[in-house]
């Protein structure tokens, strides 16, 4: 919000818009992924810039992701890497795409918890449940919304090489993603 309003105050007046351009965005500034929170909060901001860029640098090469409805095992969807980075890449080139957003929940909805994997006790898991999760696509004049409030997410990450520009001293990826409605 801080960014937008710092966007409106340089630009002009908002009920006033220069004519004859484009709209410019604000450049996308991006955390310290020191923490899985902050990965998440980069994985909604690389989406709404559409940065797939960005995108490869939260998701760990290895990652998997899979949603499922438990009302009907038969529909289980699996996602890799490149399915995610191809996914925000196809929002980047498509110009008539004019906004992507994805909403996550407040932070305060965000569980923390350790490993629960014996062969990854390294790893860090983030669970999200009962918390209104948005995805919008505005193309043209059509917008694509997927809305999820009973779904339960599952964000686990890894850890990856100590870097001397986390304040943790380590960074961190997601790798595995699992959606249960």
């Not at 309003?5 to 484009?22: E, H, M, Y």
């Not at 410019?24 to 909604?44: C, E, W």
């Not at 989406?47 to 960005?54: F, G, I, L, M, P």
């Amino acid at each position: 919000m801080l960014t937008a309003a710092a966007a409106a105050l340089t630009s002009g007046c908002i009920f006033d818009p220069p004519r004859g351009g484009s709209v410019v965005i604000p450049a996308a500034v991006y955390l310290v992924p020191s923490d899985p929170g902050r990965v998440l909060i980069n994985l909604s901001t690389a989406y709404e810039h559409k940065d797939s860029v960005e995108t490869k640098l939260i998701y760990d090469v290895n990652y998997t992701g899979t949603s499922e409805d438990l009302n009907d095992p038969s529909v289980t969807l699996p996602f890799t890497y490149h399915d995610e980075v191809d996914h925000v890449a196809a929002l980047a080139r498509n110009p008539n795409i004019s906004s992507a957003y994805l909403n996550l929940g407040s932070v305060t909805s965000w569980n923390r918890l350790g490993s629960d994997d014996p062969s990854h006790p390294d790893w860090a898991v983030i669970q999200i449940s009962g918390s209104q999760i948005d995805v919008e696509v505005t193309e043209g004049n059509t917008l694509y919304l997927a809305k999820g409030g009973t779904e339960f997410f599952e964000f686990k990450f890894q850890p990856t090489t100590p870097a001397p520009s986390s304040p943790s001293d380590t960074l961190w990826k997601i790798i595995r993603w699992r959606e249960t409605k």
